[in-house]
């Protein structure tokens, strides 16, 4: 089966320090991988995605993504960090089930910028 | 553009009720979703439309119906509420380009 796991269900960091949020997948075939953050109250944004080519990808806000294939992981960086970049972020993989493109989605890791 | 819209944005239900969750996008993505949110749990997916006219079973999809109006509007349908029915329910919609985009979410509770 198709998955992503998010190892952490919390990640800390002070503000203007750089972050990382951590993501491995599971798939068969060439992985498609997805981004999105959710601020508190509101629906998923779309940050960035991973569909082929360079292995670095960058994103809205100033996030960044690295795609490595022998680990099997795609983090989510960001040089430094801001307080409101406080939120709660999923990745996710596209996986193919059914008629439509679907995706499936990490459990989500809550990231608190500190002042 | 409004993007993706959904209605209503808070309810309360007492179980046995039923309630209709609407979703309209007007991207003209031919695909849409349901989706429920639950703590640690991530997003579960309930049902899909990969196109007008057709509805596909998700994850979770007991105790839920749907309907594709049109090309726009995807509804959600709860025929008789249960406690374990709690959750913020997401709709969204994709086009070619693989990623979805949401709505703001309904916050729905069945007491």
């Known amino acids: 089966a198709q998955s992503v796991a998010q190892p952490e269900d919390q990640v800390n960091v002070a503000e203007g320090n750089p972050l990382t949020v951590k993501c491995t997948y599971s798939v068969s075939g060439n992985p498609y991988l997805f981004w999105y953050v959710q601020y508190p109250n509101r629906g998923l944004q779309f940050l960035l995605k991973y569909i082929t080519g360079d292995n670095l990808v960058k994103g809205s806000y100033g996030f960044e993504a690295e795609f490595n294939k022998s680990q099997t992981s795609f983090h989510l960086k960001k040089p430094s960090a801001l307080v409101s970049d406080s939120a709660l972020y999923f990745c996710?993989?596209?996986?193919?089930?059914?008629?439509?493109?679907?995706?499936?989605f990490g459990s989500g890791t809550q990231l608190t910028v500190l002042p | 553009n409004a993007g993706v819209t959904q209605t209503p944005k808070f309810q309360v239900l007492k179980t046995g009720q039923s309630m209709t969750l609407q979703c309209a996008q007007d991207?003209?993505?031919?695909?849409m979703y349901w989706y429920r949110q639950d703590p640690g749990m991530g997003l579960r997916l309930i049902y899909y439309?990969?196109?007008?006219?057709?509805?596909d079973k998700g994850e979770v999809p007991n105790g839920y119906n749907v309907s594709r109006l049109n090309k726009r509007e995807f509804s959600l349908r709860l025929e008789s509420a249960a406690p374990s029915q709690t959750s913020v329910y997401f709709c969204?919609?994709?086009?070619?380009?693989?990623?979805?985009?949401f709505g703001p979410g309904t916050r729905l509770t069945v007491t």
């Open positions: 996710a993989v596209r996986v193919f089930s059914g008629s439509a493109r679907q995706l499936t």
């Open positions: 439309s990969a196109s007008e006219g057709t509805t």
């Open positions: 969204a919609s994709s086009a070619s380009s693989y990623e979805q985009y």
């Open positions: 991207m003209n993505h031919n695909s």
